[in-house]
């Protein structure tokens, strides 16, 4: 199956936003969020655009070390959004994840976000 545009597109995103160059920068976080951006963590947390931003860029944070993805797909719900969800593990945890990308300004920022802690079955 191919895939739009806008999901590729999203996905692209999806993906500089996981490098931990682009994580552990507010100027290049800024850049793929959403002004009215929203997260629910895996942790419970929830997050705004600014608070993430800190977050992930304060002096005191753990590096940013790279995260691994699986099963990344997306569906373009309108022209201008498109839903993906994907897993990721990162320090021996795993998450289902939900992102939607929402088209502003003619760039994909990322308008929501979620992440589920989960068990991988294993055999």
């Known amino acids: 199956m191919t895939e739009s545009p806008a999901v590729v597109a999203a996905i692209e995103a999806e993906l500089r936003l996981l490098d931990p160059a682009v994580r552990s920068t507010a100027e290049l976080i800024g850049e793929l969020l959403h002004p ?8 419970g947390r929830r997050w705004d655009r600014h608070s993430i931003i800190v977050a992930l860029t304060a002096h005191d944070a753990p590096a940013a070390r790279p995260v691994t993805t699986t099963e990344m797909r997306g569906v373009e719900l309108a ?3 498109v839903l993906l969800t994907f897993d990721t ?11 939607l ?3 502003t300004g003619g760039s994909w920022l990322l308008y929501f976000h979620q ?9």
């Open 89 to 99: 593990e990162y320090k021996g945890v795993w998450a289902h994840r939900s992102s």
């Open 101 to 103: 990308w929402m088209l």
């Open 115 to 123: 992440g589920t802690v989960f068990a991988p079955d294993r055999p």
């Open 36 to 43: 009215e951006f929203t997260e629910f963590g895996s942790s």
């Open 79 to 81: 022209p201008h959004l």
